[in-house]
């Protein structure tokens, strides 16, 4: 079992920046590849970016592709999203998850944290 807990999101003027924190507990993350993911009001949830198991491989979503980082320090069991430029359709609530293989499917992560609301004003 893997426990996740985000922090990090708030209120930002579009341009400004956010850093997403996802602290893990449990089993250790570092064998499991690593996902954001956001949901706005009325939306399905949708892929952000995947970080591999090791952190050398990464792939983003065609939205955020140059202006989101996703990175992951192991020894702190921790994965972060630093999000700058954004735009306010960036406003969600973001989710990470931990998955045992590399995918940006959201039905193929096996466990998530609660969430974390991101709101970016214009």
């Known amino acids: 079992q893997v426990q996740l807990v985000e922090s990090g999101g708030g209120l930002v003027q579009a341009g400004g920046s956010l850093r997403l924190s996802c602290a893990a507990s449990?089993?250790?993350?570092?064998?499991?590849?690593m996902g954001w993911f956001r949901q706005a009001p009325g939306k399905e949830r949708e892929f952000v970016a995947v970080?591999?198991?090791?952190?050398?491989?990464?792939y983003y979503a065609d939205s955020v592709k140059g202006r989101f980082t996703i990175s992951r320090d192991n020894a702190k069991n921790t994965v972060y999203l630093q999000m700058n430029t954004l735009k306010p359709e960036d406003t969600a609530v973001y989710y990470c998850?931990?998955?045992?293989?590399?995918?940006?499917?959201?039905?193929?992560?096996?466990?998530w944290g609660q969430g974390t609301q991101v709101t970016v004003s214009s």
């Open positions: 998850a931990a998955a045992s293989r590399w995918t940006s499917i959201p039905g193929q992560y096996d466990y």
């Open positions: 449990g089993r250790t993350v570092s064998t499991y590849a």
């Open positions: 970080i591999s198991r090791g952190g050398g491989s990464t």
